[in-house]
């Protein structure tokens, strides 16, 4: 039995607001009591199976470093290996099924998330990577379901996308999943990040390895769960705990590696490129490189911006979820006449934001996901407070004995190519240069050069003629542009994300351009009647 399958259309997950006497404020609190009051043990996934290895490591909140969440169980070489035999042994089976039942194990995550896991997979984000319930919710809960419903859609429209036939033929087009395994390695600050990479290439068949970061696990582990609750047959998607050069070791060398999904550093994405570079003879096929990585993403302000609407802006763009997203407002360029008024509100709106756990509702800001991103964002902070041309408009001051926290803080500096308005910091750090309005064009153009990144940026302004001007000007700055809006919070479906120069490959995460990276497309001619002498009209003799 056989048909032309049509998947419900999406509609993105509503955000549920957790205020005071609501259900999912219970749920909630009731998730995040129940995880604290355990000590889990974490295996690695590979091939169905749990593997523990017996080398521990200890996960604790950022937040309260005190408290023992978990510990995981961390692999080496033969685990990668492991992974690499499961993912293969499986593919034959995974990619010959048809495509509306691998979806349906998607969808059917999907639904989980929405409903019955929502409150422990937000709560397991909250505990291990310090977010505030707002936060989480937008990103494990909503921005995950999103992925899942979306990606199933564009998946099927790329299916069904086939080309013209002339007389007397069937052209068709056939999606075929890439030869090999796909490698996604993902990062700390997004679980929904974390569970579309491994999950986008295996919706069109592919097979998977997948590494979080280790400071990710805890909320992975709950994913992981929830993939196989949904019917995941094993295999499809491995789930390993190894160093990065260890994983790196094994997987850029094996002929039957086919693709990376990479969210992280570009450091990191450009090394990862040139060793696949270097082994491109050892493969079977040419690698698929898929990649997200930094930005220094700014937001730019004309003389015409309504103040108050900027200085929010600025204050959610640079300090939600401590400014550690790729997208985070961390530059700023505002006009003279402005600059006064703005301050003002942002240090308003600062004197009332309280910093601690997120288990506490209030918090606005919580901790820093470890010691070492502490260290390296208070040196800038360190750094910043004894530099000339630099003031310190707010903050500065942190605090790492009892978890990692930093104060948002702000810095004006008359140098528009001081190291904090040109280096990612991934922390609560906000650099303002304040210019003269009459330079508005000159700004652009120096907020286009200061950056090797390319991933977001605002601009905020009323006068139409400066709209039209600094889209035109910042057109390669940043591939999530943003008109009267802070610089963060793409949706799926709605702002397709990603950039380019520095920041990535572009390929959209949360689009069908990225869906179309995981497939390798086969053109199917068939003739109905074919020719039966080879001479053609034009031989005849006249």
């Not at 593997?51 to 005190?66: C, D, F, K, N, W």
């Not at 069109?204 to 609750?229: C, D």
């Not at 601690?356 to 509702?361: H, K, L």
């Not at 600094?470 to 057109?475: A, E, F, P, S, V």
């Amino acid at each position: 039995m056989s048909g032309i399958f049509t998947l419900p259309i999406p509609k993105n997950e509503p955000v549920l607001s957790y205020a005071p006497g609501t259900p999912e404020r219970a749920a909630l609190k009731e998730a995040l009591r129940s995880l604290k009051s355990q000590e889990l043990d974490i295996p690695m996934i590979i091939g169905g199976q749990e593997v523990r290895t017996g080398q521990v490591v200890r996960i604790a909140p950022p937040h309260e470093l005190s408290h023992t969440l978990g510990y995981f169980h961390k692999g080496g070489k033969e685990e990668v290996e492991q992974a690499i035999r499961a993912a293969l042994n499986a593919k034959e089976a995974w990619e010959n099924m048809a495509w509306e039942q691998r979806l349906s194990i998607f969808l059917k995550a999907a639904e989980l998330i929405a409903g019955p896991y929502r409150a422990k997979l937000n709560a397991a984000t909250m505990l291990g990577q310090s977010k505030n319930v707002f936060q989480a919710e937008i990103d494990s809960a909503c921005e995950m379901v999103d992925f899942l419903r979306f990606n199933a859609k564009f998946a099927e429209q790329i299916y069904r996308e086939q080309p013209e036939s002339a007389a007397g033929m069937w052209n068709r087009m056939e999606h075929r999943p890439l030869e090999g395994f796909i490698f996604a390695l993902t990062p700390f600050n997004f679980t929904s990040i974390a569970g579309n990479l491994p999950t986008a290439p295996a919706m069109m068949g592919n097979v998977v390895v997948w590494k979080p970061a280790e400071t990710q696990i805890y909320s992975a582990h709950v994913l992981m769960e929830i993939f196989r609750k949904a019917g995941l047959p094993d295999g499809v998607i491995n789930l390993i705990f190894v160093d990065g050069p260890v994983a790196g070791e094994v997987i850029f060398s094996h002929p039957e590696f086919a693709g990376l999904h990479f969210t992280g550093s570009t450091a990191t994405f450009q090394h990862l490129w040139r060793t696949i570079g270097n082994n491109i003879d050892r493969y079977k096929y040419y690698p698929r490189i898929v990649g997200e990585t930094g930005g220094k993403d700014f937001v730019v302000a004309h003389a015409s911006a309504d103040a108050k609407a900027l200085a929010v802006a600025l204050v959610r763009g640079a300090f939600e979820y401590q400014g550690q997203k790729c997208s985070a407002a961390s530059r700023a360029y505002i006009p003279a006449n402005l600059w006064e008024e703005v301050k003002q509100y942002m240090l308003e709106d600062l004197a009332s934001m309280k910093m601690g756990s997120p288990e506490d509702f209030t918090n606005f800001i919580n901790a820093v996901i470890d010691e070492k991103a502490f260290n390296k964002i208070t040196a800038y902070i360190d750094a910043a407070k004894r530099a000339p041309h630099v003031e310190l408009v707010a903050g500065g001051n942190y605090d790492k004995s009892k978890g990692y926290f930093i104060e948002p803080t702000i810095l004006r500096t008359d140098d528009p190519m001081y190291t904090t308005m040109c280096e990612e910091i991934f922390g609560p750090v906000l650099t303002v240069y304040v210019y003269q309005p009459e330079n508005y064009e000159d700004t652009l153009s120096l907020v286009n050069q200061t950056s090797p990144y390319g991933l977001t940026g605002a601009l905020f302004a009323q006068d139409r003629y400066a709209i039209e001007l600094g889209t035109k000007k910042l057109r390669h700055a940043a591939g999530n542009f943003y008109i009267n809006d802070k610089p963060t919070g793409a949706v799926v479906g709605q702002q397709p994300f990603g950039g380019g120069r520095a920041s990535g490959t572009n390929d959209k995460a949360g689009s069908i351009l990225n869906l179309l990276r995981w497939v390798s497309p086969r053109a199917i001619k068939e003739t109905f009647v074919p020719p039966v002498d080879y001479r053609y009209p034009f031989m005849k003799e006249a």
